[in-house]
């Protein structure tokens, strides 16, 4: 029932803000003895006064009495929710603002247009766009080798997003990740919406990806099938399924565990995890396993410079889980998406989460929000956290945060 109060709450609104307009706008229009194209069709308008909020009562009757699963229900889904926000909020806040005396109506108009602009630009020009952003990590821990590599990250595909006037832009997307001729692909995680099932339509587009040290990936929350509530032996084929499909694209899949790549006399090391997120996100990441034998390795106190890269979907995993047992010189994450919203730099994420976009680089100081995490960066080694606004969404939309993929080049200090 929980689940339920906020459609509930929102259709509830929807009908009294269609009930309030309609008492006060359209019906005494339709009444007035002035001739008019709108008063000679004062039936027809009426009725599609009301046709939206009847939509979304017919979708949220199907989902409650005929539900047949998210993946199926996809399309009915985003009709439903596209309804929701592009005309059911923007009649309840027109609404709330028309009471205000005198202005009230015309600022409530201006805000619902706001909206309907909003939704209308993140559905066509927003959703389409994709930045490709740079990022030079420049530290002492570089081996000489590896001077001038060149780092592709890329999270959160949610490729069952990919359909219709969209399925071109995952190819478009592979595309441009292979333009940048990177040394190594990183992709962290979030490759579904629900199902493996997704990825089939985009096998060739995945497997289309190149570089000298191949893609390397890890699993997100979405890659798990837990939002299927299925039983538990099914949810684990589900989930085998997802590793198996990312391998068979010629990906290397890394559970809760390293690679060491070469050149020459010099190694930098690639650590991956399965899943880690404050709840309700599943907790299946195993820091200490990941990092394995090479641990000594890594201390920071040696003089060869040795770089480790750590991959992990989920950012609070940085300070909450990674950073009190290991401090990488690098670590990738995704999740937040940055809520596919952004205003003047400002996104929600920043409500929710410490890092949701961007690069961090952590100095000891601040919050660590009670970790015992010691003091260990420097300007010659300094400790980045970069975090991916992901390329797709469960729902394709964005506005003031595109789609992205993030190009990493390190240099020697």
Not at 73 to 89: G, P, R
Not at 180 to 205: M, S, W, Y
Not at 313 to 341: E, S
Request: aromatic share 14%; with cysteine; glycine share 8%.
């Amino acid at each position: 029932m929980v689940k339920l109060f906020i459609p509930i709450l929102i259709i509830g609104l929807c009908f009294c803000s269609d009930l309030y307009i309609f008492l006060r706008y359209i019906k005494p229009a339709a009444l007035s003895s002035h001739s008019s194209f709108f008063t000679r069709h004062s039936s027809f308008f009426k009725w599609l006064w009301w046709l939206p909020l009847v939509v979304v009562l017919a979708l949220f009757a199907k989902f409650l009495f005929f539900n047949a699963g998210l993946e199926k229900e996809y399309t009915a889904t985003n009709i439903f929710l596209l309804v929701m926000v592009l005309v059911c909020v923007p009649k309840i806040l027109f609404s709330l603002f028309s009471l205000i005396p005198k202005v009230g109506t015309y600022v409530g108009l201006a805000v619902a247009l706001l909206i309907v602009y909003i939704v209308v630009y993140g559905i066509t020009i927003g959703f389409n766009q994709l930045k490709v952003k740079h990022i030079t990590y420049e530290s002492t821990s570089v081996p000489k080798a590896f001077d001038g590599y060149k780092i592709v990250q890329f999270s959160d595909g949610h490729v069952g997003s990919f359909r219709g006037p969209y399925a071109h832009l995952l190819k478009e997307t592979m595309d441009s990740i292979n333009a940048q001729k990177p040394d190594l692909i990183c992709f962290v995680g979030d490759i579904q919406n629900f199902t493996p099932n997704e990825l089939e339509a985009h096998r060739k587009a995945f497997s289309s990806l190149k570089a000298p040290d191949g893609v390397m990936t890890i699993m997100g929350n979405h890659d798990y099938s837990t939002y299927l509530k299925l039983p538990a032996k099914e949810e684990a084929a589900m989930v085998q399924r997802t590793r198996n499909t990312q391998r068979s694209f010629g990906w290397d899949l890394l559970e809760d565990e390293h690679r060491i790549i070469h050149r020459g006399n010099d190694s930098i090391y690639i650590i991956g995890e399965e899943n880690w997120g404050l709840p309700p996100f599943p907790q299946f990441g195993d820091i200490k396993k990941a990092v394995g034998d090479i641990a000594k390795t890594l201390d920071k106190n040696k003089q060869t410079p040795t770089l480790s890269i750590m991959l992990s979907h989920d950012p609070n995993a940085w300070r909450h889980h990674i950073m009190p047992v290991i401090k990488p010189d690098i670590t990738l994450a995704g999740h937040t998406h940055g809520t596919q919203f952004g205003l003047f730099g400002w996104s929600p994420s920043s409500m929710v989460y410490d890092e949701w976009g961007g690069e961090y680089y952590y100095n000891g100081n601040g919050n660590d929000n009670g970790n015992s995490v010691s003091r260990m960066t420097t300007e010659e080694r300094p400790t980045l956290l970069s975090v991916s606004t992901g390329f797709g969404g469960n729902f394709p939309f964005r506005f003031g945060m595109p789609r992205e993929i993030v190009v990493i080049t390190l240099k020697k200090k």
